[in-house]
C-alpha cells in the first residue's frame, strides 16, 4: 500500500494496515489527523504548551506501542480519545505521588435521592470566574477533572462518557455530580 492512498483510509482501516506492516509512514498519517486533537486533550491536563506537547508526544509514542489493543468495538477516535484522557490522568497522578492512593468504587445502583441532594446545577458551574475555576480544576483530583474537561470542555454526552470510561450511567452521573461539588469547594475555597 502506497502513502499517498492513506490519507483517504478510514481511521479503522489506517489502524488495520498499521498493526499489520508496523509502517511508520502510515502511523504519521494518523498523526497528522489526531495530533491538533491530542495536544488540546493534553494541554487541559498541563501546566505549560511545551508541556502539553511533551504529552502529545509521549502519547503518540505509547499509541504505536499499544494500537493493537484497539479491537473496533468503538469508533478510533472515541478510542483515542479516551487512550488520551487514561495517558493524561495516569501521568498527572505519578507527578503528584497519588499513585498509591485508594480509589473510590462506584456502584451503578445509586439511590434517586443521593443524585439530588445538594445539587450543583451546570449554571453554578458557568458563573464561576475562568482564571480562578482554572486553579481550582487544578486543584481537584485529576479522574475528577477528567470526567468535567469531558462533559463540558468537550461536551461530551453521558452516553458518549459512559461508552469512553466502560461505566453505567448512574455512575458516571454521580461522578459528574460529585466532580462538580468537589470543583465549587475548592474554588469556593481559593
Not at 134 to 162: G, N, R, T
Request: hydrophobic fraction near 35%; glycine fraction near 2%.
Amino acid at each position: 500500500m502506497k502513502t499517498t492512498n492513506a490519507t483517504s483510509l478510514s481511521d479503522e482501516d489506517l489502524v488495520k494496515e498499521i498493526v499489520e506492516t508496523n509502517n511508520t509512514h502510515l502511523f504519521a498519517v494518523l498523526y497528522d489527523r489526531y495530533s491538533s486533537v491530542v495536544y488540546n486533550k493534553c494541554y487541559g491536563f498541563s501546566k505549560s504548551k511545551e508541556e502539553a506537547q511533551d504529552l502529545t508526544h509521549d502519547v503518540f509514542i505509547r499509541l504505536f506501542v499499544k494500537l493493537r489493543s484497539f479491537k473496533g468495538k468503538s469508533k478510533f477516535s472515541t478510542w483515542l480519545y479516551s487512550f488520551t484522557y487514561n495517558f493524561c490522568v495516569n501521568y498527572v497522578q505519578r507527578n503528584t505521588n497519588k499513585k498509591n492512593e485508594k480509589v473510590t468504587v462506584v456502584t451503578d445502583v445509586i439511590k434517586d435521592e443521593d443524585i439530588n441532594e445538594n445539587e450543583i446545577d451546570d449554571a453554578t458551574l458557568f458563573e464561576l470566574k475562568s482564571d480562578k475555576l482554572a486553579k481550582a480544576m487544578a486543584l481537584i483530583d485529576p479522574q475528577d477533572k477528567m470526567i468535567l474537561l469531558m462533559k463540558y470542555q468537550d461536551d461530551m454526552s453521558i452516553q458518549e462518557i459512559q461508552e469512553s470510561l466502560e461505566l453505567g450511567s448512574s455512575a458516571v452521573k454521580m461522578r459528574i455530580k460529585r466532580a462538580k461539588e468537589r470543583v465549587v469547594k475548592k474554588y469556593e475555597e481559593l
